[in-house]
């Protein structure tokens, strides 16, 4: 059977970096070229997000069950058409509109 030689168990000074280590420095680094700062959001701050992200959750959630709801047993495909549209619009508007607030505590 195979053994696993000892230098494998112990982690390696200056063990390659995997692509997402490498893109995350390139991109730490862009941002300090740029002036961007990174910035910790406070306990409040979370705690609002994941209320809004909860919030929208469930009205999305409202969303499809409502739309499924209308949509079982139609056999008029133009009809159908129009409420997956009208399903559509209103999902995206949903996700703006929390994505906007989200952005707006952020800000502060």
């Known amino acids: 059977m195979f053994e696993r030689p000892e230098q494998y168990d112990q982690p390696m000074d200056g063990a390659p970096k995997s692509a997402y280590e490498l893109a995350m420095e390139r991109l730490k680094k862009k941002d300090a070229d740029e002036g961007v700062s990174e910035r910790s959001l406070t306990d ?41 549209e009208n399903y559509r619009r209103d999902v995206e508007r949903l996700n703006h509109e929390r994505d906007r607030k989200i952005e707006k505590v952020r800000n502060g």
Do not use: N
């Not at 209320?51 to 999305?60: P, V």
């Open 44 to 84: 409040d701050q979370k705690h609002e997000i994941a209320g809004i992200r909860k919030t929208y959750a469930a009205r999305l959630a409202q969303e499809e069950i409502l739309f499924t709801s209308k949509t079982q047993g139609f056999v008029d495909r133009d009809a159908r058409q129009i409420l997956e």
